[in-house]
């Protein structure tokens, strides 16, 4: 007995529902389901071809860009604390070209505070897999000689 015919009970006009456990699809929901799942495949590669007609960016001004980007980000990060610090110290000097180094360093500490908790996030979910893996692999192997 082949594996369609042994599940095609499971289809039957009278049992369109998904069993005890899963929620009751009709007919037409399992149409709509079934349709969903071999168009959208199709549609993100219509989509793709309209992306690589467009007009084509260089490397060069992509990374143009994102530099423009890290640098006016600083700049108003700079600005922010140069006026904090104005706010807090009125009758301080402050010196305008301290306020894109500020900007950027501020930029460079976020990110390292950011990868270190990444780091840490990152070890935890592998100690996280490497245990459930070693639970599965105990199942397994209890599974087998028991």
């Not at 049992?15 to 495949?41: I, N, Y």
């Not at 960016?57 to 860009?65: G, L, P, Y």
């Not at 270190?116 to 599974?143: D, E, H, N, P, T």
Request: net charge positive; aromatic share 8%.
């Amino acid at each position: 007995m082949s594996i369609s015919r042994r599940y095609w009970c499971y289809l039957d006009r009278n049992k369109l529902g998904g069993g005890s456990h899963l929620p009751h699809l009709t007919l037409g929901k399992k149409l709509l389901l079934f349709a969903g799942v071999f168009l959208t495949p199709s549609l993100i590669s219509m989509a793709q071809g309209a992306a690589e007609s467009a007009k084509r960016v260089s490397a060069q001004e992509i990374v143009n860009q994102i530099l423009a980007f890290i640098y006016s980000l600083g700049h108003l990060i700079g600005q922010g604390v140069v006026k904090l610090v104005v706010a807090v110290l009125p009758s301080m000097q402050f010196p305008s070209d301290l306020v894109d180094p500020i900007g950027l360093l501020a930029i460079l500490t976020i990110f390292l505070a950011v990868a270190a908790v990444a780091k840490k996030l990152v070890w935890i979910v592998v100690i996280a897999g490497w245990a459930l893996i070693l639970v599965r692999l105990i199942l397994v192997i209890v599974q087998n000689y028991v």
